[in-house]
């Protein structure tokens, strides 16, 4: 689950993490009453205007403004606030449709005497391949870090943390010393708190990914956050009852979050055969075979372990909601459910859906008793095509295609 | 001969009495496994089953033998279990539950790894070594016995693919669901090991999909193998887009090495059987053990 930048800026301050202040707004009218206070806090006429979507580049497309006076603010609130910000991570990139932006963070200039300050970048997440996490940090602050490692790779460090020990403070100073503080005291010592409070934020929030992206030291030697991209463990979310309300389904596929108010696993994707599967495994498989018979597919659909009318007939309202969607592939393998008890949920939900099915479907049932739901699907005088081995499913979606 | 579980496997199920333990333990039972009892915190002393309940997996080992076990335990307590199963003294776990937080998983990593014991899972279909032990929620019926072994991150593709072998007129050894989860026990390259020195395995099937690193690591470790069994490999998610979790938490593409793509023609190159078809595993399978 993303957050947006001022929540997980809230989220790093309540672990004593310094960061960039700022408050939320919606409308322009509490932009501007942000700013009065902002300005009064920070002691400086300088602002920035921040659109809040589930995206970063949001500086390259507009959607990032310094203002220095209440016009400005006004006038950058009242065009970032409704805008589609296209940045080259929302759908579709910078030519894109973009996304539209709901919400500004009226934010303090973080920079007091800007030649003066300097530019860190740090990021904490799992490593698979090493079992466990790692803080990744670097000079190069404000870039992007995927070009600075592979254009100046010794400039990327990264420090693993032992899953049953935790940050050691010879790390934190490590840390400190590779960014270049080891001899400046006072940000030194700032920088050393940044890095331990971040990594006990990312553990106290069960977080999969923190980028903060820019770390900034002031020319007052200072240490704060600027910007920040939070993704947090859905699995963990029980034990966050308050990080979980922070969801914004807004962010999300319309589909995706009605999908998953059935209990089904849904991804939304650009192609013209929407499939049904059981298991996440069988599904990618199912998408390939679509792939493979000449279609694309339109989703990934895992509908669990029970296939049962109702969740049948969900599932087709979802899929058919997309009109690309040409034919549909059911592809289950019974294994403890039964498939004849899968194939009546296909035909129940046929008829109860009647005329709103317009596109030839396709049912491939394998496993316990996939003979009498073959049976079963070719007896109920519905248009559906009936298959038992994989191939012949992907050829008969290779034929609809062609007709 | 066999892999991980076997007829003599003294089997637990811990979360025995919960409604997916009770139902899996009757299917186990039913398959003719060795479940020798099940564990649930503070029903110790009931009978359940016909099997002994304990209140901890210690006792379990001391007064029923217990070497394997099997975790049905609800994602807020599966982290738990198994280190209580790696601290009491189990060989084999086999945790079935999905949905454990990472930060928890990483700890049980690192605690399992100093121990005698093979952690396999979490979030797989289990362990199954045909016609001797199901130590899973796998329908045991697919897996006729023969010559062929199993590794698969998936659960209902690892059936699929079975299936196919068994028409192919080969049949299983054993199938190992290593699961979808980002951090797991044993991984693709350990459990090919074992099956590579199981010498009544003839062949691999080895189903990986997109997300992580195991497949290539385990095709690289192949390549330098002077006995090598043939392995028919495919990659589930050819067609899934990058950043998007598909199903599994494991299941996403970070980068360029992660991609189905890259996988596949990593494992090529280390001569694997791979075949870019979920529906050619079991052919292939029998052209080249023929």
């Known amino acids: 689950m993303n957050l947006h930048e001022y929540q997980g800026k809230e989220l790093l301050k309540k672990f004593g993490v310094a960061i960039q202040e700022g408050i939320v707004a919606d409308t322009v009218e509490e932009a501007l009453n942000a700013y009065g206070k902002i300005k009064e806090q920070s002691g400086s006429k300088f602002a920035v205007v921040k659109a809040q979507i589930h995206a970063g580049g949001r500086g390259k497309g507009g959607g990032v403004k310094l203002a220095k006076s209440e016009e400005e603010i006004k006038e950058h609130a009242n065009n970032i606030l409704g805008m589609m910000l296209k940045t080259p991570q929302t759908p579709g990139g910078l030519e894109g449709e973009g996304k539209l932006v709901r919400k500004i963070l009226i934010a303090e200039d973080a920079y007091d005497v800007f030649d003066e300050c300097k530019e860190y970048y740090f990021s904490v997440l799992m490593d698979r391949e090493k079992k466990c996490n790692v803080i990744v940090y670097s000079t190069e602050g404000g870039m992007d870090i995927e070009k600075v490692a592979e254009e100046t790779p010794e400039l990327v460090h990264k420090e693993y943390v032992d899953p049953t020990l935790g940050l050691m403070p010879f790390q934190v100073r490590k840390v400190v010393a590779n960014l270049g503080l080891a001899d400046n005291k006072v940000a030194g010592k700032e920088m050393a708190k940044f890095v331990s409070s971040l990594y006990k934020a990312f553990i106290g929030s069960d977080a999969s990914l923190f980028e903060i992206n820019p770390v900034t030291k002031r020319a007052d030697n200072r240490v704060i956050a600027v910007d920040c991209k939070v993704s947090l463990d859905e699995n963990a979310l029980y034990r966050h009852k308050d990080l979980a309300e922070l969801r914004d389904v807004t962010e999300e596929d319309p589909t995706e979050v009605e999908a998953q108010s059935f209990g089904l696993n849904f991804v939304n994707l650009d192609g013209n055969i929407g499939c049904m599967v059981n298991g996440a495994g069988l599904a990618m498989a199912t998408m390939d075979i679509i792939k493979l018979s000449g279609g694309e597919p339109a989703n990934f659909l895992d509908v669990g372990g029970t296939a049962d009318a109702e969740r049948v007939q969900n599932a087709f309202r979802i899929i058919l909601r997309d009109e690309k969607v040409k034919a ?10 039964r498939c004849d008890r899968v194939a009546q949920g296909v035909v129940d939900a046929y008829k109860n859906m009647g005329d709103q099915i317009k596109v030839p479907i396709i049912v491939r049932l394998q496993g316990t008793n996939a003979e009498q739901a073959k049976e079963l699907i070719d007896n109920s005088g519905l248009e559906v095509h009936s298959a038992i081995a994989l191939q012949e499913a992907a050829d008969i979606v290779k034929s609809v295609l062609q007709s | 001969m066999s892999v991980l579980v076997n007829k003599d496997s003294k089997i637990i199920v811990q979360g025995f009495t919960g409604k997916e333990g009770s139902f ?95 952690l396999v899972g979490p979030n797989c279909p289990g362990v199954i070594t045909a016609d001797e032990a199901k130590v899973g929620i796998m329908p045991g019926f697919v897996f006729k016995k023969g010559k062929v072994g199993i590794v698969s991150k998936s659960g209902t593709l690892t059936y699929e693919a079975a299936d196919q072998v068994v028409k192919a007129g080969l049949g299983i050894t054993t199938a190992i669901g290593i699961g979808g989860d980002p951090i797991i026990g044993t991984t693709t390259k350990e459990a090919i090991e074992l099956l590579m020195n199981d010498p009544e395995t003839d062949g691999i099937v080895m189903i990986g999909e997109i997300g992580g690193n195991l497949e290539a690591d385990a095709a690289n470790w192949y390549k330098n193998q002077p006995n090598k069994k043939p392995i028919v490999g495919f990659i589930a998610g050819q067609t899934a887009p990058k950043g998007r979790t598909m199903g599994h938490a494991g299941a996403i593409v970070g980068g360029e090495d992660d991609t189905a793509e890259a996988k596949m023609r990593i494992m090529g190159e ?21």
């Open chain 1, 328 to 337: 549909i592939l059911i592809n289950i393998f019974g294994g403890i459910v």
């Open chain 2, 24 to 118: 899996h333990a009757e299917q186990m039972i039913a398959y003719g496994t060795n479940v020798v009892g099940g564990v649930t915190p503070g029903k110790g002393g009931q009978t359940h089953l016909d099997r002994p309940v304990f209140n901890t997996v210690a006792e379990a080992v001391e007064k029923a033998g217990a070497d394997t076990s099997i975790i049905f335990v609800p994602p807020a307590f599966a982290a738990d279990a198994v280190m209580e199963a790696a601290a009491s003294g189990i060989k084999v776990i086999i945790c079935i539950t999905e949905g454990i937080p990472v930060q928890d998983m990483i700890k049980v990593k690192a605690f399992v790894d100093g121990k005698d014991c093979t």
């Open chain 2, 270 to 290: 280390c001569g694997i059987h791979v075949v870019s078809s979920p529906a050619d595993i079991g052919n292939t399978m029998k052209k080249v053990l023929s």
